[in-house]
């Protein structure tokens, strides 16, 4: 008899809701499952914004750790947390079907879109995006798991707090009085979920294989490619959205300033047949049109803080 299949996971709602859709989809073919949760140097410091750990994957390295060591067979995480290069052995083994990749603002009435106002996200995208629109606006740090970011809006004098719409709506935590961000660029991969596992494990790599959405991994795939070739990771603005309509692929790609001042965008539709590395070229097309310095900039800017 095979051993049941270990799946790591944070142990925040919303990451036991991911894991959990992944346990009950290996049941459903027929696997043996449980739960093995792990709190991640993410969760533990909630006091320092996470561009200042120092850290690639914050929130994913605990289980990457968990996972070399044996004590997990795969991990399940939000795809947009993950790093753009796994660690030495590791593949991605299923990128589940896309939910929302919207942001969206929930708020406390939105009588001071046009004034002075106090937003709060711990993203240093979202503030770029945020900054840009509404110059007027303060943006202040927001850490912590959904639960806890709510309930500090809640607690605070902010007039609003920006979300992952699919985060919200997977816990069943979106309140009546949000406004969808459309104009936003998401976080490369946001709204999927991806399934790690060890490279030399055929078992569990055919297993997972079923669990995979080829068309959300053909789109997530290009964001990441945009911004690992612009050496995003966790410390710059940076957004990309792909989707698929028939035989194309719209791809948009955004490098902010920190401050949101400067914006550098890119939006083009190409052929289904020609996505293989469109998102490297992109990113390189910003890159050489002023991307380079401006990327100088962020990273010398980040160095500072």
Aim: with cysteine.
């Amino acid at each position: 008899m095979k051993k049941p299949i270990r799946i790591g996971t944070r142990d925040s709602e919303l990451a036991l809701w991911q894991a959990t859709t992944v346990q009950k989809k290996l049941e459903a073919l027929g696997h043996t499952t449980e739960l093995v949760s792990v709190k991640s140097t993410g969760d533990l410091n909630l006091s320092q914004p996470l561009y200042e750990m120092g850290i690639t994957g914050i929130f994913t390295k605990t289980l990457d750790i968990a996972m070399l060591a044996g004590k997990i067979d795969v991990a399940v995480h939000s795809m947009k947390d993950v790093p753009t290069s796994l660690p030495k052995g590791m593949i991605e083994a299923a990128i589940l079907k896309r939910a929302s990749p919207k942001d969206i603002l929930v708020h406390k009435g939105l009588d001071f879109l046009n004034k002075q106002g106090i937003i709060a996200s711990g993203s240093l995208r979202r503030k770029a995006q945020w900054l840009n629109k509404y110059p007027k606006h303060t943006v202040v740090d927001l850490r912590g798991n959904v639960n806890t970011r709510m309930q500090k809006l809640q607690d605070n004098n902010w007039n609003g707090a920006i979300f992952a719409e699919a985060g919200l709506d997977r816990i069943l935590l979106k309140p009546e009085n949000f406004l969808v961000l459309d104009w936003m660029i998401p976080a490369p991969a946001q709204g999927a979920m991806l399934v790690v596992a060890m490279e030399n494990d055929p078992y569990l790599r055919q297993a997972l294989t079923s669990l995979n959405h080829k068309d959300t991994e053909i789109c997530v795939q290009m964001e990441r490619q945009f911004l690992k070739t612009l050496e995003g990771g966790c410390t710059a603005p940076i957004g990309a959205l792909a989707t698929i309509s028939e035989k194309t692929i719209t791809f948009t790609g955004v490098l902010f300033s920190l401050d949101g001042v400067q914006k550098m965008e890119i939006n083009k539709t190409i052929p289904f047949l020609k996505a293989k590395d469109f998102g490297k070229h992109c990113a390189e097309e910003i890159l050489n049109q002023g991307g380079a310095a401006l990327m100088s900039e962020i990273k010398a800017e980040i160095g500072k803080e």
